[in-house]
């Protein structure tokens, strides 16, 4: 076990739709990572916060937005959704303060776009 | 800038056979290193790491030595049981800190 939550597991929603995906980093860390990964493009980096201020931008759409909350969980807001959207959306944290730490990674929430 | 470059899979190998899995990165300074692991349906786990040259990081049998001379970080394993089919990714995590970055993952079969 990780340490990291991530809810819901899995989502099924129709093409135009949002969603909202939930992330609670492991106990102390102050940085969240967002990750997509799809069958064809392995993982890509969306968006990082640490301390609830964004930090690094990624890949990430302009139909996405992110943030996270002072009590450090995060969430993930994906709208106009398409079916290229589906994907495996993976949440990660990491104490900030030391490169030497590394990730740790929720389960995951498989979203589906039919 | 900063990479990684992971050798393109899918790896299938035969039980008890010899894994390696190559890793090469393009970094500025000394990256921390890392492989994960992804088992089906779940969520990467961090399988071992290295902070500095020469360093080794093991782990269930599993080894990568930090090589800064030819910036790399092969993953190894002398006897590779069904157990170890997975996705490995190897990662660097940037001196600056905030940043990691990612291989493209190699998928691994071990058949009996």
């Known amino acids: 076990d990780s340490g990291v939550t991530q809810t819901p597991k899995h989502l099924i929603t129709a093409t135009g739709q949002r969603v909202t995906l939930r992330c609670s980093p492991r106990?102390?860390?102050?940085?969240v990572y967002w990750y997509q990964q799809s069958l064809d493009q392995g993982l890509q980096f969306l968006i990082q916060y640490y301390n609830g201020e964004e930090r690094a931008k990624g890949n990430i759409l302009e139909r996405f937005s992110a943030q996270q909350f002072p009590d450090l969980h995060s969430e993930l807001n994906l709208s106009s959704l398409e079916l290229g959207d589906s994907a495996l959306y993976f949440c990660?944290?990491?104490?900030?303060?030391?490169?030497?730490?590394?990730?740790?990674f929720g389960n995951g929430t498989r979203l589906t776009v039919t | 800038g900063n990479s990684v470059t992971q050798m393109e899979g899918p790896v299938t190998l035969s039980e008890e056979a010899f894994l390696t899995i190559n890793c090469t990165y393009t970094a500025t300074g000394y990256p921390s290193l890392f492989w994960y692991v992804q088992y089906p349906g779940e969520g990467l786990q961090l399988l071992l790491k290295a902070t500095k040259a020469d360093d080794k990081g093991s782990n269930k049998g599993f080894e990568a030595t930090y090589r800064k001379e030819t910036t790399s970080f092969h993953l190894e394993k002398g006897s590779v049981q069904v157990s170890d089919s997975a996705v490995y990714f190897c990662?660097?995590?940037?001196?600056?800190?905030?940043?990691?970055?990612f291989g493209t993952g190699t998928s691994l079969t071990v058949i009996p």
């Open positions: 990660a944290s990491s104490v900030a303060s030391s490169y030497n730490s590394p990730l740790h």
């Open positions: 106990s102390g860390d102050l940085s």
């Open positions: 990662a660097l995590r940037h001196l600056t800190g905030n940043q990691f970055y």
